[in-house]
């Protein structure tokens, strides 16, 4: 914990005495255009799929066992990913008009990667060449191909998904809309990479995350309550291990058993209204009427 204080520290200190003004303050409106346009056309098309790698994936399957388990779901990090969950994430970046955020669906591109740190001129550099490096090195080193964990990266502006659930997937763009929302988007990152603060974003992206749900994809509205809670609960419950001798994954299980607990109740409140939405209106008594003659 205090290393990773003292390497966050160090980093800021380094970004405010190198003078970058441009790399932690404002940019213009023209500015923050121009930086989207750069960054839309680097990566080529905005959703990609990883090649099918049965052997690397099966591996990836197995090493997620404890995600599946916290979260109760073997979709979680099977390396996977339906058809249903590309279109719920596909339809939500473009909802929001996030054209500039790469979507990567179970896809290991450090290439494509280190392009996309370099042309996010949305983000200063001061940021990106320091915490968006290391970053950047922690997936190029360990993988989410085999590692998994779904995330999003503000330095590179990209969603990367290894679990085929469409309510995590909304989740993981929520977070990119939170970030890209933020005036200082790579002071923003920085900020809610700390332990606890992080608990900031988690809430804003969960919220999110439900409220697109239930207006725009109340299919999978029940499936929110029921993974979303409890990954509340884990994210939090492993930002408190971080404090203490015990094990991050001890402390996300721990935690995620309320969110289980209210995420089952809540959905059990509105699986009815959810079922009878997804199938559309239902017909006037003018229309039955019509219907039976």
């Known amino acids: ?83 249903e969950t590309e279109s719920a994430i596909t339809q939500y970046v473009s909802d929001l008009d996030l054209q500039d955020t790469k979507v990567r669906l179970n896809q290991y591109a450090p290439i494509d990667e280190w392009r996309r740190l370099y042309a996010n001129r949305t983000v200063g550099w001061g940021w990106r060449y320091t915490l968006g490096v290391l970053a950047w090195a922690d997936e190029a080193i360990f993988p ?47 900020v809610n990479s700390l332990p606890l603060i992080s608990m900031w974003h988690e809430t804003v992206a969960t919220g999110y995350a439900m409220e697109y749900l239930q207006d725009d994809l109340p299919k999978s509205e029940r499936e929110g309550y029921y993974l979303l809670y409890p990954s509340y609960g884990a994210h939090l419950g492993s930002n408190l291990a971080s404090f203490t001798a015990v094990p991050n994954t001890i402390g996300a299980a721990i935690f995620a058993i309320p969110g289980h607990v209210v995420g089952r109740y809540e959905g059990s409140r509105v699986s009815e209204s959810q079922s009878l939405r997804a199938q559309g209106p239902s017909p006037t008594k003018d229309q039955s009427v019509n219907q039976e003659d």
């Open 144 to 190: 989410g191909r085999i590692f998994g964990g779904d995330h999003y990266n503000a330095y590179t502006n990209t969603i990367s998904i290894f679990s085929d659930a469409p309510a995590i997937a909304v989740k993981e763009g929520s977070r990119a809309r939170d970030v890209r929302s933020r005036s200082l988007p790579g002071t923003y990152a920085a």
């Open 1 to 83: 914990m205090s290393q990773f204080l003292r390497r966050f520290l160090f980093m800021a200190l380094l970004t405010t005495i190198s003078g970058c003004t441009g790399g932690l303050g404002r940019w213009t409106r023209h500015d923050q255009t121009r930086a989207t346009e750069v960054l839309s056309t680097t990566s080529g098309q905005q959703v990609e799929r990883g090649t099918p790698r049965p052997v690397i994936d099966g591996i990836g399957w197995v090493v997620g066992i404890p995600s599946k388990i916290i979260l109760w779901d073997r979709r979680i990090d099977n390396h996977k990913i339906s058809s």
